[in-house]
């Protein structure tokens, strides 16, 4: 029984929608680095994939008492396994994780457990704070320091990468700000702090709407930064998708709200690391 829900956890862990989303940001640091191969790309890619699941499972872990009083996340398959399995998946990944930045270099392994720790840190924000948003926009930020950092050995040199970062950074938190309005009954119950449950829905859509004005800003100076026409264009269309998400957000369905804005931020990370990578092969 707990094979067959394993199968399933697997599935959740490695939902398309997200990976695409994150991995899109780690492959454009990556393409930034002055080093590329095919053995990088596979070890970068590995790396990340172990530490965002060992991230979601650490997540499941010490959210569960809140998770399962939670309808929409009750049913989860990451909720039908013990505690004990997911330490011990959350302990497998993370070896996994490790042991592919080891495989990178030198500074990839440096900070493979600022990573682990900071995996773990993350779910207990929702705890105390709604600006938790950001802190979860931060860890996606890293994202296109640890596909640089795991390419090159070394912290980027290029201000533009850091530019994207900040972008990132107000991408995901204004993400995640929307998101937490499918919860918001859920998290005012359990007191977990989001800009949903804290202020109200309306006021988590101007936030998210602030974040994503300002996440624009950070794209067009990564975009002018670059000094390159078809980088440039690719921001412009991520902008745009970026902020029209707010016109299309259905308050009246929460299944909606979540394809919706799933729909648009992956498409804008997708927008994004296509241009960088046309500009780069071209």
Known sequence: MERDTLINVASELLAPQFILFNLSFVYIGMLFSPVQSSRLLILITLAFISARSAGVIMNRYIGRPFDLKNPKKAGMPSMRISRTTLILLFAALSAVFVFSAFLLNTMALALSPVVLVMLVIDPFSKRYSSK???????????????????????????????????????????????????????????????????????????????????????????????????????????????????????????????????????????????????????
């Open 132 to 282: 938790r948003h950001y802190a979860l926009g931060l860890i996606q930020g890293f994202d296109v320091m640890g596909g640089y950092i795991g390419a090159a050995g070394a912290f980027p040199t290029n201000i533009a990468l850091y530019l994207l970062m900040f972008a990132i950074i107000f991408i995901g938190g204004g993400f995640d700000a929307i998101y937490s309005i499918t919860h918001v009954r859920s998290d005012m119950r359990n007191g977990l702090k989001t800009f949903a449950s804290t202020k109200g829905v309306k006021k988590a859509l101007a936030y998210s709407l602030y974040s994503h004005v300002t996440a624009v800003l950070f794209i067009m100076a990564f975009a002018l930064v670059s000094r390159n026409l078809i980088i440039l264009a690719g921001s412009v269309a991520a902008s745009a998708v970026l902020l029209a998400q707010h016109s299309d957000i259905n308050l009246d369905s929460d299944r909606e709200i979540f394809a919706r804005v799933v729909k648009y931020n992956t498409a804008v990370a997708i927008i994004l690391a296509s241009s960088v990578a046309t500009a780069f092969f071209a």
